[in-house]
């Protein structure tokens, strides 16, 4: 079989999957799941339980919630666009409509909302806070492999989306 034949009957013409798979998938995984051990204990040696409704409790989950919702939304504007993975089809297309009219990386927005932000507020875990904030600079490596990709594929139709739109915060960053 050819190099690259999977991919091009695939339809993806550009990608990045080893560098994704390299700087963001093996240790998001790894942070990830160590931030939700981290989590999952300070919550069973707590006494009050799982369904306490203090103030941070019901605002970790309304971050969770929202963040939730956020990546939901995100996920269907972009539709036959969105891959799990980072890489380019031969019909893709630029989207900057919906939720990118304000920000173009609101998945990643929902997910640092709901997953570093909501699950540690909720369950009150300092330390599962600490180790979910260290998902950050991964995601905004993952971010800038994405970015670079698509400079590459759309040029000047990106250059002016990325100057109209923040990158991760909208009107902030």
């Known amino acids: 079989m050819a190099k690259g034949g999977f991919l091009k009957r695939?339809?993806?013409v550009r990608?990045?999957?080893r560098e994704d798979m390299l700087y963001f998938a093996l240790p998001g995984l790894f942070v990830f799941t160590a931030g939700l051990v981290v989590c999952a204990w300070d919550l069973v040696r707590r006494?009050?339980?799982l369904f306490m409704f203090s103030v941070h409790c019901v605002g970790g989950l309304a971050l969770l919630i929202i963040g939730l919702i956020i990546m939901i939304v995100s996920q269907a504007t972009l539709w036959r666009n969105y891959s799990s993975t980072v890489v380019i089809r031969e019909d893709h297309q630029?989207?900057?409509?919906?939720?990118?009219?304000?920000?173009?990386?609101?998945?990643?927005l929902?997910?640092?909302?709901a997953v570093c932000i909501g699950i540690p507020v909720y369950t009150s875990s300092l330390y599962g806070?600490?180790?979910?904030?260290?998902?950050i600079p991964i995601i905004l490596n993952r971010i800038r492999l994405e970015e670079k990709l698509l400079?590459?594929?759309f040029g000047d139709a990106y250059l002016k989306y990325k100057e109209a739109t923040k990158k991760l915060i909208p009107f902030i960053y």
């Open 10 to 12: 695939h339809g993806i």
């Open 15 to 17: 990608n990045a999957i």
């Open 47 to 49: 006494q009050e339980g």
């Open 94 to 108: 630029l989207i900057t409509h919906g939720i990118y009219r304000f920000t173009r990386n609101p998945i990643y």
């Open 110 to 113: 929902g997910g640092i909302m």
């Open 129 to 135: 806070f600490l180790v979910m904030l260290i998902l």
């Open 151 to 153: 400079s590459e594929e």
